[in-house]
């Protein structure tokens, strides 16, 4: 059974960093890309980020570039996303995703809450 | 960005029932490698989505043959027939032919 388990959900204030992992497991990791997506509260579906499986490619939405980074590590089978310069619209649940092909999300994790508030 | 307009917000059906639901591309769906990448996803109250339909009407891994997707280029649809209780929630379309990745508002399906 696949799973996907994010941690680091937390309240902080504008300007502040926090890091997101998720921990994957079900699955062959290494052979998939990954995905971060958000959902600010009451809101639709945003897609951040995305990791091939090699960490030989990148993408970033625009909302999100320069200010996160995603990295993998295949021997923990964990996704991460480092947010730094975080500011009020940022505050969302966040998704980690996994990649069936491409940008098409087969499975997601139960999300975890970020909150960016002073 | 491409932008995915689902129409109607929200619906109410009665068990057992049929329902539609449309979703809008504001440019074709159908990539260079002739695929048209085109999904939805259903948030069930509560809960992460699900992917429900990939590439327009493949249904995936598990999901009932009471649910169907059709159509092509900027226009499609997701057909629910003889629905269930636990077919509640907001469904979601989402391209994937063009970055970045994006998906449409949300219809919300809530019991008559």
């Known amino acids: 059974e696949v799973q996907l388990v994010e941690s680091g959900e937390g309240l902080v204030q504008p300007g502040s960093s926090m890091k997101l992992s998720c921990v994957a497991s079900?699955?062959?990791?290494?052979?998939?890309?990954m995905n971060w997506i958000r959902q600010a509260p009451k809101k639709g579906l945003e897609w951040i980020a995305l990791?091939?499986?090699?960490?030989?490619?990148?993408y970033y939405a625009d909302s999100v570039k320069g200010r996160f980074t995603i990295s993998r590590d295949n021997s923990k089978n964990t996704l991460y996303l480092e947010m730094n310069s975080l500011r009020s619209e940022d505050t969302a649940m966040y998704y980690c995703?996994?990649?069936?092909?491409?940008?098409?999300?087969?499975?997601w994790g139960q999300g975890v809450m970020v909150t960016v508030s002073s | 960005d491409v932008v995915m307009t689902q129409t109607p917000v929200s619906l109410s059906v009665s068990l057992g029932g049929q329902v539609s639901i449309s979703c809008r591309s504001s440019?074709?769906?159908?990539?260079?490698?002739?695929?048209?990448?085109l999904s939805w996803y259903l948030q069930k109250p509560g809960q992460s989505p699900q992917l429900l339909i990939y590439?327009?009407?493949n249904r995936f891994s598990g999901i009932s043959d009471r649910f169907s997707g059709s159509g092509s280029g900027t226009d499609f649809t997701l057909k629910i027939s003889r629905v269930e209780p636990d077919d509640l929630g907001v469904y979601y379309c989402?391209?994937?032919?063009?970055?970045?990745?994006?998906f449409g508002g949300g219809t919300k399906l809530e019991l008559k």
């Open positions: 590439k327009v009407s």
């Open positions: 995703a996994k990649s069936k092909t491409g940008t098409l999300f087969d499975y």
């Open positions: 990791i091939y499986y090699d960490s030989s490619s990148k």
């Open positions: 989402g391209q994937g032919t063009q970055y970045p990745p994006t």
């Open positions: 079900g699955f062959t990791f290494s052979n998939y890309g």
């Open positions: 440019q074709s769906l159908v990539h260079n490698n002739g695929n048209t990448y």
